[in-house]
């Protein structure tokens, strides 16, 4: 897999994930929850290299706002067949302006 990782943000998406991640949605995972934005995932091992070379190369030409609101979270399955199916939405609401 090939991900970009969140900087900014990080410690209140773990919050977020703690917070939801009880009672009867509770989930024991497999790996740390760690947020990030996937860009590539089941490549075959031989294109992995060329894949991250090509996605470090990409973003560092990137010259726009690396910042995204997050105004709605989508809760989804990994199915058997190893498809993503959404289970739910929440809207998060409005910016607040200071």
């Known amino acids: 897999m090939i ?3 969140i900087q900014n943000g990080f410690a209140e998406l ?3 994930h703690s917070a939801l991640n ?4 509770a989930f024991q995972e ?5 947020p990030h934005v996937t860009i590539a995932q089941e490549l075959a091992p031989e294109d992995v290299h060329n894949a991250a070379q090509f996605a470090r190369w990409r973003w560092s030409e990137f ?3 690396r910042s995204a609101w997050i105004d709605r979270l989508t809760f989804v399955q990994n199915t058997l ?6 289970l739910a939405m929440l809207n998060l609401g409005s910016p607040v302006v200071r």
């Open 30 to 34: 497999p790996y740390p929850y760690h």
């Open 63 to 65: 010259k726009h706002s």
């Open 14 to 16: 773990e919050r977020m």
């Open 3 to 5: 991900y970009v990782s």
């Open 22 to 25: 009880t009672g009867r949605v």
């Open 81 to 86: 067949e190893n498809c993503w199916t959404d």
